[in-house]
């Protein structure tokens, strides 16, 4: 038995040595993939100190809420404001016209009389509520007060820029605004209950403190390379499929099977000696992703991924991954009749099942309807996997519901495989 199944090892990895380019590919392609990703997600898990976005600011108030918001904008290491295009001052269709084009992602425009009638309005504000306190002079509270209409302050977004983009930098112009808004009114009162009756404190009472889970004191904070590394790592496993279903159709169309079954071996003994083969193929896969974040990211400015303590942990997931993708791989290659229906259909299905697993959108951002069909993806088991060994340091037994499903998936597809074998050589 086990001198059989050693052959069927040495026959698939003799079937692999004939497309040597097509293994090479196997392994590049999720090395350049993940480099690539990494890199370019970095930056979107670190400050952005580095690399200012450079926005456009129209000033039509020229008054002391404008200044402040000029300033603040300019210390918040995120925007680098653009007033002039030309040596000329903008206006507001030169911003706007300027900002549609894609030319800038964001043009702000502060409204005229903005600082003049905001301490207007604050000056009607606080005189109603002193005067009702009988601090004011009666005749001045009976004056009728003039009408001053609200101000807005316009944003023009380049059309192709995200939504999440969007409302951080609303949020973050709201929040300016409304403590330019309160120190107005602070100031107001200052001036109204006489000059140095009172001291009021302008920092915020409120604030918000991100508590960070720790390890040995160390505190673990996810990185680019700690979500791209495992997303992709399973990415590549799984598209071992291509390859392993295109060489169960060869088998069968080329008689390779038929001669096999003639002979006292088993289709059970053949489907061991395919796990085994490519389960050693895709450790492969992850080792060298793991190598490459390991020692090749840090000398391209990135950060290399940590993997003490967890390397032992992951191997199992891997591993487990892919058994998952192996099942996969040997159920359409049974099913599939010809190379043209196993190939596009195997890299098709990998892709759906890679994007409703979380490997490029989270799942916390889809639709709830997609959510619940993201628990149905075996990508997604192992993700989480993953994951919870790098990110939030389980046990092994914690993990085991994960690859159970992992596992169970692997027993059920190849079951199925055997099972339609069966039932198609008996008719």
């Excluded at 039509?60 to 918001?69: A, L, Y």
Aim: charged share 20%; glycine share 4%.
């Amino acid at each position: 038995m086990l001198y059989k199944i050693w052959m069927s090892i040495v026959k698939e990895f003799l079937l692999l040595k004939r497309d040597l380019g097509g293994l090479i590919i196997l392994f590049i392609m999720p090395l350049v993939l993940v480099i690539t990703v990494t890199l370019i997600q970095d930056s979107t898990f670190k400050t952005v100190s580095d690399s200012k976005i450079p926005i456009l600011l129209v000033d039509n108030d020229k008054g002391s809420v404008s200044k402040t918001v000029f300033e603040n904008l300019e210390k918040s290491n995120l925007f680098s404001v653009v007033t002039r295009i030309d040596n000329k001052t903008i206006s507001e269709d030169v911003a706007r016209e300027n900002v549609f084009k894609g030319k800038f992602q964001l043009a702000i425009i502060i409204p005229e009389k903005l600082s003049s009638d905001l301490q207007a309005k604050v000056d009607q504000n606080v005189e109603k509520i002193v005067s009702n306190l009988g601090f004011a002079d009666s005749t001045a509270a009976s004056e009728p007060q003039r009408i001053i209409k609200e101000k807005e302050v316009k944003l023009y977004f380049d059309p192709a820029v995200q939504m999440s983009f969007k409302n951080a930098v609303m949020s973050s112009i709201d929040k300016m605004i409304s403590q330019i808004e309160t120190k107005s009114i602070y100031t107001t009162f200052e001036k109204q209950l006489g000059e140095g009756s009172t001291n009021f404190e302008q920092k915020s009472f409120i604030s918000f403190k991100e508590i960070i889970p720790k390890i040995n004191n160390k505190e673990i904070r996810p990185n680019s390379v700690q979500h791209n590394v495992p997303a992709w790592t399973l990415f590549a496993i799984f598209f071992i499929v291509i390859p392993l279903s295109i060489n169960i159709v060869k088998e069968k169309s080329q008689g390779t099977f038929v001669r096999l079954r003639t002979n006292p071996v088993s289709n059970l003994v053949v489907i061991i000696g395919k796990t085994i083969t490519y389960s050693v193929i895709c450790m492969i896969q992850f080792y060298m992703m793991v190598a490459v974040a390991v020692f090749l990211f840090p000398s391209i400015g990135l950060p290399s991924l940590n993997i003490e303590g967890h390397l032992a942990l992951m191997s199992v997931v891997a591993l487990f991954s892919g058994f998952a993708a192996i099942g996969f791989g040997i159920l359409l290659g049974t099913i599939a009749s010809t190379q043209e229906q196993s190939a596009p259909f195997g890299a098709t299905s990998v892709i759906i099942l890679a994007a409703i697993g979380g490997i490029w959108v989270p799942v916390f951002a889809m639709p709830k309807i997609m959510q619940i069909i993201a628990k149905s993806s075996p990508m997604n088991w192992g993700l989480d996997a993953f994951y919870d060994v790098l990110l939030r340091n389980v046990s092994f037994l914690e993990i085991i519901p994960k690859i159970s499903l992992l596992f169970l998936f692997f027993i059920l597809t190849t079951a199925i495989a055997l099972f339609y074998d069966k039932k198609k050589r008996a008719v």
